[in-house]
């Protein structure tokens, strides 16, 4: 089994930051790419930003100069640092990562719980 599980998220101020992290945790064999996406109510989920196992990133246009993310291939780890917030990032951020487990044949896509992020005005 693969579990992702999320933190950080919360209450801020617009202009304020906040810092999620995602650790993967199970039977893990390697992980690839990883990533952050992001769901606000009655819309779909969105791309926040990706990095790849060798540190390549890949950002939504709307986050670009804001959110860094980064990631600790030793504690299987990913980050997203958000600063400069604003009341559109207000959503439900989920954690994604391509991971080859140790029973599986291939690498499989995995998802966090969701860690709601709130940006008030």
């Known amino acids: 089994q693969v579990q992702l599980v999320e933190s950080g998220g919360g209450l801020v101020q617009a202009g304020g930051f906040l810092r999620l992290s995602c650790a993967a945790s199970?039977?893990?064999?390697?992980?690839?790419?990883m990533g952050w996406y992001r769901q606000a109510p009655g819309k779909q989920r969105d791309l926040v930003a990706t990095i790849t196992s060798r540190g390549f990133t890949n950002y939504a246009d709307s986050v670009k100069g804001r959110f860094t993310i980064s990631r600790d291939n030793a504690k299987n780890t990913v980050y997203l640092q958000m600063n400069s917030l604003k009341p559109e990032d207000t959503a439900v951020y989920y954690c994604?990562?391509?991971?080859?487990?140790?029973?599986?044949?291939?690498?499989?896509?995995?998802w966090g719980q969701g860690t709601q992020v709130t940006v008030s005005s």
């Open positions: 199970g039977s893990i064999c390697s992980i690839n790419a």
């Open positions: 994604n990562a391509n991971i080859q487990s140790r029973i599986m044949t291939i690498p499989l896509g995995y």
